[in-house]
């Protein structure tokens, strides 16, 4: 009720424990508070906060325009309601190597399990898009050290993606996720990975976990959680398929009800009000409420 009983620090201590169990950790994007307790609801071990949702809700395209102030007041708001821990996208750390840190702090504050800083320049661009660019390696090594160095909490996961495998390509991307391992990063994030042989070269390359970004219509092939396992990949995350979902259920919908003039024809198709409650815990609020107003004539 109100809010989480796990405090970020279990959440961080947790995600590091499922991190390295040696079983896939499953994060799904959550793209509201809401939608981060169905996540838990449904069995997920992490939620994740995406760049790409955070600015699409917002009408924006994702090319860095939010801000860092943006970014924590979501995550924020979506960490608070789940005991999940959860994982955001930080970008690029929106600036120079001194933003980073203080994009480290400002989402420690948040109550987040940890982020990823990426390798692309300012402003950066969809992971999946062609025309993205990459900085220097000793660039995005002085961002991950800068990260590392502003953590409080020891337990806060600073993650590393790196871009260079679209830009240079993979034996680029190789050699910076050993430099970012060097700088002190806690998981790596290849980004668009095109098939699991890609996967299994970057396993072989890093000691710490790695990521796989399992987002649709992109440069990807969509591997399951099962073939993921296997491959030695520790996380996965579906950063915009809940949204995506959401966002097509809306406008099948929203046909409907222009085209027939009613929704009822839509009603099995809706989370039942009575769903909704269960999800919000509404009744415990109404306990609670029965509790303080005990006053009886
Ligand atoms: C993971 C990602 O950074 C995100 O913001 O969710 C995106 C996802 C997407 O645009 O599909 C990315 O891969 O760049
Ligand atoms: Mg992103």
Do not use: W
């Amino acid at each position: 009720m109100l809010h989480a009983t796990v405090t970020a620090s279990q959440k961080r201590i947790a995600f590091r424990a499922g991190l390295s169990s040696g079983s896939l950790q499953r994060a799904p994007g959550a793209f509201n508070p809401l939608s981060a307790k169905l996540i838990e609801q449904q069995g997920f071990e992490g939620v994740y906060v995406s760049g790409a949702v955070l600015s699409a809700e917002l009408g924006l395209p994702d090319i860095g325009l939010t801000t860092i102030t943006e970014v924590a007041g979501r995550s924020q708001q979506i960490a608070r309601v789940t005991a999940l821990p959860a994982l955001v996208d930080a970008d690029t750390g929106f600036g120079e190597p001194m933003n980073a840190a203080r994009t480290v702090q400002l989402l420690e504050d948040a109550g987040v399990a940890g982020l990823h800083l990426e390798d692309q320049v300012n402003p950066k661009r969809c992971g999946h898009l062609d025309g993205k660019d990459v900085v220097e390696r000793d660039v995005a090594v002085r961002r991950i050290k800068a990260a590392v160095a502003a953590r409080r909490d020891p337990d806060f996961v600073i993650a590393a993606r790196t871009d260079a495998a679209g830009v240079h390509g993979l034996d680029d991307a190789i050699d910076r996720a050993k430099a970012y391992v060097d700088a002190g990063a806690d998981l790596i994030f290849p980004e668009a990975m095109r098939t699991p042989s890609d996967f299994e070269r970057i396993r072989a390359a890093v000691d710490v976990p790695i990521l796989a970004n399992m987002t649709e219509f992109g440069k990807s092939e969509l591997i399951d959680a099962r073939t993921l396992d296997s491959l030695g990949v520790n996380l996965v995350i579906y950063p915009v398929t809940g949204l995506r979902l959401a966002m097509k259920a809306v406008e099948d919908g929203l046909r409907v009800i222009a085209d027939d003039g009613t929704q009822e024809s839509l009603l099995d198709r809706m989370q039942h009000r009575r769903d909704l409650y269960e999800l919000l815990d509404y009744s415990d609020y109404n306990e609670f409420d029965e509790n303080i107003f005990n006053f009886r004539v």
